[in-house]
């Protein structure tokens, strides 16, 4: 779609109405078209081709980030989160010629510049030139490079195109349309291209307010920590209608509102989505309760975010929705889901792939009689027991995560007659709830998917400790690593009891 078309209509349709605020800065529509045509003229005039974003959820974010798509210039959005050396890969894989980012954090990478004097385009920001010594070729198209951890150190960038973003977003305003979404409250880092595309790009297609706090007003500091009580906050603070969430945030936001009772009570929010990790059934119940207007989805990097969503008047709880309507999703012979429609041009450093060409998702699924599509579960994680039963370790890791006093769980059994897992206990929980909470679970699953050993680890999954991705999922060859040795001997312990209902093996570490 031609955003500039769409952005000047909105302009001219609804001049005064709010486009963009922060805790500085109130665009409208008009003034949203304005200062991106001048940060778009001002990186036209510079010789520059490739920016990258390492901003706090702001204005000034999206106007530079819409910008750079209107001048033909490249953009890297780069978490805050990244350690040193994640940073320093972005920037010399990528060729970037301009980072903008707080004075902070960019002083040591290169010479400041001035840039333009509107207030929300400056506010909290510096530019830095930079000098880059190798501007690999990018598939022709590239207009932004998401970078995402995987399960690796070093971050992997996935080429998209402006037509890429736009689509998902045109698709996603469709299945939104009834609800009249007049907020939207950005709670995802920007950097993360789900509340990037999602939620800002389809918020601004339906004409509303695109409301983006720091991300520590919204209960997100530092890495991975998360406080429930800001969040349900700023919801009512700003009247939301739409939000984003990780599985393990709509937990504790519940938790949340279970405390407060009806003074918490979510009038205005008509649509909280879900996604980047399995949601079991039970954490979806608790959500009804709590009258949170849950809709799962799935979808991956590789083709701009959402691929498939739950949607109003077409939901069913343990699946991810259907199909988005600009794609097509089948099924491999060994289960795998290829993804056919808005495939990405290709990986930074990479050949360009086809257009045409289906993505592999490394996603395991299938399809319902009424065309709902269910996760599996990752392939290259398929557990197989040494009684030869297969398991996703999705399954019963989002069964844990359904439980109030677990905040983060990693499941593992691959060869071993019984699953084991490392879990986190949310603050203040202690062991024996952990245990009643793992019995509770256990009484939910089948045999082969009971789990009979738990290490408790203090330390949490977090990004900058090496086990967790940016995007909220555990990095189990680092968390393997990490516990492999206790879980091992949990195994041992339960193998040398020699009976036939112990008690569950457990054992702390930090």
């Known amino acids: 779609m031609n ?34 045509l001048d940060a778009e003229q001002w990186l036209r005039a510079q010789p520059i081709k490739r920016i990258a974003i390492q901003l706090d959820n702001s204005v000034s ?49 290169g010479e400041p510049i001035a840039l333009p004097p509107h207030s929300a385009l400056a506010s909290g920001v510096t530019g830095y030139r930079l000098t880059p010594t190798h501007v690999p070729a990018l ?32 698709s996603l305003q469709a299945i939104a349309s009834t609800l009249a979404i007049h ?15 999602a939620g800002v790009y389809t918020a601004l297609l339906s004409g509303a307010r695109v409301v983006l706090p720091p991300l520590s007003e919204v209960g997100l500091r530092g890495s991975s920590q998360f406080e429930p009580a800001a969040l349900l906050a700023s919801i009512k603070r700003f009247e939301a209608n739409s939000i984003i969430l990780l599985p393990q945030m709509l937990s504790s936001l519940l938790d949340q509102l279970g405390q ?80 056919h429609g808005n495939a990405f041009l290709g ?63 990693s499941v593992f059994g691959d060869g071993k007659p019984a699953l084991s897992a490392v879990i986190v206990p949310r603050a203040g929980v202690n062991l024996t709830a952990i245990d009643a909470a793992v019995a509770r679970v256990n009484r ?11 290490v408790i680890s203090a330390e949490g999954f977090r990004p900058d400790n090496g086990l967790l991705t940016s995007n909220g999922r555990p990095k189990r060859d680092a968390i393997w690593q990490r516990y492999g040795e206790a879980l091992n001997a949990r ?15 457990h054992s702390s570490t930090c």
């Open 3 to 36: 955003v500039l078309a769409r952005l000047t209509e909105l302009a001219l349709r609804r001049p005064d109405q709010i486009a963009l605020q922060d805790g500085q800065h109130t665009l409208s529509y008009q003034a949203l078209l304005t200062h991106v």
């Open 183 to 197: 907020t939207h409250l950005c709670v995802l880092p920007l950097a993360v291209l789900l509340e990037n595309v």
């Open 139 to 170: 598939p022709a198209g590239t207009s932004k490079i998401t970078f995402t951890s995987g399960t690796t150190g070093a971050p992997k960038g996935v080429c998209l195109s402006a037509a890429n973003q736009w689509q998902v977003a045109q």
């Open 491 to 505: 195994y041992h312990e339960r193998q040398s009891a020699q009976t036939s209902a112990p008690a569950l093996a």
């Open 444 to 454: 939910r699953l089948p045999d082969y998917a009971r789990l009979q050993a738990i």
């Open 347 to 409: 990986y930074l450093g990479g050949t360009a792939t086809s257009a045409d060409a289906p993505i592999a998702t490394g996603d395991l699924g299938d399809f319902d009689a009424d065309g709902f599509l269910h996760i599996q579960g990752r392939k290259k994680n398929l557990l197989i027991t040494s009684f030869g039963r297969n398991v996703s370790p999705e399954w019963p890791e989002s069964e844990l995560l359904a439980e109030p006093d677990i905040l983060q769980a």
């Open 260 to 339: 407060h009772g009806a003074d918490a009570q979510l009038e205005t929010l008509r649509f909280a989505a879900v996604g980047g990790a399995r949601v079991a059934p039970e954490l979806l119940a608790r959500a009804d309760a709590c009258h949170v207007p849950v809709y799962e989805g799935y979808g991956l990097s590789e083709c701009a975010s959402v691929v498939a969503l739950n949607a109003p008047g077409a939901r069913r709880a343990g699946t991810v929705g259907k199909p988005l309507p600009h794609v097509r999703i089948s099924r491999a012979d060994d289960g795998e889901l290829r993804v």
């Open 61 to 109: 974010f999206v106007l530079w980030d819409l910008a750079a798509q209107l001048a033909g210039v490249v953009c890297v959005p780069m978490p805050l989160f990244f350690t040193a050396s994640q940073q320093q890969h972005v920037l010399t894989s990528a060729g970037i010629e301009l980072l903008l980012a707080p004075a902070q954090l960019g002083a040591a990478m």
